[in-house]
């Protein structure tokens, strides 16, 4: 039996990967819904090549276009973030991957957790914004989250037969980002085209902008601390600069297990999609003697200071990593529009967790107008 797969964010660098997946393997695996939210030309083109049965664009707007585009085939199209969560909470599809970047993948991803539906999670800001109710939710319905970022893959992997076995710590991986090693004097002056240049991975913007602050670091803590279930002091961040240990665990005997292979999304992607299988596959093979050492470093906290901000945010709890959040996707945003500077993005996060309102036990609303209100908060800062 083929699983259907529901790609929701077809269209991004997640999505994109996904369909190589799943066209590299198509006796396993068919793409049964694709999602885009305004890129309607490589939905299109996406849509006529695969022959999902339903294509949903998040953007009503585009509703006509995509319509008419695909009228001559057997595709289903609908339109709004109520298409998204109807169809994330329906029997259609066997595995949802969550590729939406940011907030707004939460409800989707919510409303399939809900219906103990098979998720395999990219969108970490769902669990960085609302990781409670959606681990909650996900023990209620039975739903699996498994998890696409490579860390939380690697952990995943880590994890295989250890059920028994309580964990001491994990251990973190970060590349460092493309600005590793650089100051506050250099940093200062950084645009968002040298910003988006990983040395390791290809990525969206939204992530690439993150990595080189070092929240999306942050952010990884707190999507940790949800999918296996860690206290605040087991999370531990490393800096490996070469990306080839993607994470490891620590068990309470001192024994670690470590993850690694050459940096490629495909196989995390392929990983989630598959399992409990492996699939054998062509992808570039690590040759150890290609990285005769493995560095090991402590990130930079009073330099990438957004790393500090997001630990601290996850510490307090309550809504204070919802904050982090929308404050930072803002400044993420101006930074790509170049209306602020690289420093000024940990600033105004910092202020808006100062200000907006500690809420201790918040519920599916509270985090929604805890967005709206720290969006509209951040946009004060910068024109
Ligand atoms: P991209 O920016 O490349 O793609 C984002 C996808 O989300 C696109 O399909 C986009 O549609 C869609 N989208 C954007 N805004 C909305 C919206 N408001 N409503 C519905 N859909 C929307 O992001 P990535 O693929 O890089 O990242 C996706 C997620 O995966 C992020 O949460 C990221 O942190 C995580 N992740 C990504 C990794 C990577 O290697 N890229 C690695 C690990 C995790 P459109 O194209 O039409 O705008
Ligand atoms: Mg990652």
């Not at 990884?220 to 800096?239: G, R, T, Y």
């Amino acid at each position: 039996m083929k699983k259907r797969i529901a790609i929701y964010g077809s269209t991004g660098s997640i999505g994109r990967q996904a369909l190589e997946v799943i066209a590299e393997n198509p006796d396993q695996f068919i793409a049964e819904i694709l999602t885009a939210h305004s890129n309607t030309d490589l939905l299109i083109q996406q849509a006529v090549q695969f022959q999902p049965n339903v294509v949903i664009v998040s953007d009503e707007l585009k509703y006509e276009q995509v319509k008419s585009a695909l009228s001559g085939h057997p595709i289903k199209v609908f339109a709004g973030e109520a298409s998204l969560i109807e169809i994330a909470g329906s029997d259609m599809y066997d595995i949802l991957l969550a590729g939406i970047v940011g907030y707004a993948g939460l409800s989707s991803t919510l409303a399939a957790v809900e219906q103990g539906k098979c998720v395999a999670l990219a969108n970490k800001e769902t669990l960085v914004v609302a990781g409670d109710i959606v681990s909650a939710a996900a023990k209620k319905s039975g739903a699996l989250l498994i998890p696409v970022d490579s860390e939380h893959s690697a952990i995943f992997q880590c994890l295989v037969g250890e059920a028994h076995n309580p964990i001491e710590k994990i251990i973190l991986t970060a590349s460092g980002g493309p600005f590793l090693g650089k100051k506050p004097n250099y940093l200062i002056n950084v645009k968002k085209d040298h910003a988006l240049q990983h040395p390791n991975w290809t990525m969206g913007a939204k992530i690439s902008i993150d990595s080189a602050t070092l929240m999306n670091k942050g952010l990884e803590m707190i999507e940790a601390k949800w999918l296996f279930d860690l206290q605040n002091e087991q999370i531990e961040v490393l800096v490996h600069s070469q990306s080839i240990i993607h994470s490891m665990v620590q068990f309470e005997d001192g024994s670690i297990k470590a993850q690694m292979g050459l940096p490629d999304m495909k196989l995390p992607i392929q990983y989630a999609l598959a399992w409990p299988k492996r699939l054998k596959n062509d992808f570039k093979r690590l040759n150890f003697k290609n990285y005769p050492s493995l560095t090991f470093e402590s990130a930079d906290t009073k330099t990438f200071r957004n790393l500090a901000l997001a630990k601290e945010a996850m510490f307090k709890g309550g809504n204070a990593p919802c904050v982090l959040n929308a404050a930072n996707e803002v400044v993420v945003d101006a930074f790509l529009k170049n209306k602020i500077g690289f420093l000024e993005m940990s600033d105004i996060i910092e202020q808006c967790l100062e200000k907006v309102a500690f809420i201790e036990k918040p519920g599916l609303q509270d985090y929604k107008d805890c967005n709206t209100e720290t969006r509209a908060l951040a946009a004060t800062f910068f024109k």
